[in-house]
């Protein structure tokens, strides 16, 4: 991938305010409370006796201020032994003048095949509802890097081609998670990817952080 910029862990840009590394820091610690949503939900597994492998396991709930929560977890057994695992976070900022309604089929589709990525690594899919219409996303794979499959499933694809037409602007963390899931170790961003959609051809950069942006 061909960036325009690749800027260091604080280095600030002028004109593109939504790189600003104020906004990774905010959105690490919304991928640590899902990060912790998801490990609750494991805790509750185990209490009950109920961590055995388990394939489909879908949660679909509003929290107390009507947010929208998509919980998608292949296989508890996996998410909860899995060690050292890799997060990726998605972040955008929605066109307010556009219908959605495709980006939430496409979901549903690839949410219906997610089982065949459990064994290439696939962890779990969380997708919340932070305020009304915009949504962050937090994925977890027990692979250093994201599978390349994952980027290659055509309902992927094609999310990713429309997103000039819903999104201003796009970022994309990948960080990582010592341990296993409920030992409590830390979420920490190794890097950050920008899209941004305003203009013609999409603005691409990436930001590397050396040891996970300020807290």
Known sequence: ?????????????????????????????????????????????????????????????????????????????????????TAVGFFGRPREEVDHAILFDLENELVARMDDYADLGLLSYYDVELVKGAYGNLILFSTPEVPVEWYGDPVHHRATEISPLHYHEVRLHKGSVSGRLLEEGDLVVERTKYFDFKTASPWLALRRFSEGPKR
């Open 1 to 85: 991938m061909n960036y325009d910029a690749i800027m260091e862990a604080d280095e600030v840009l002028g004109g593109k305010p939504f790189t600003d590394p104020e906004n990774t820091e905010r959105e690490a610690d919304v991928m640590r409370q899902m990060l912790e949503h998801e490990r609750e939900r494991a805790r509750g597994w185990l209490e009950a006796k109920d961590a055995r492998p388990a394939r489909g396991v879908i949660v679909r709930e509003h929290d107390g201020e009507g947010r929208r929560h998509l919980l998608v977890v292949p296989d508890r057994r996996a998410l909860i032994e899995a060690r050292d695992f």
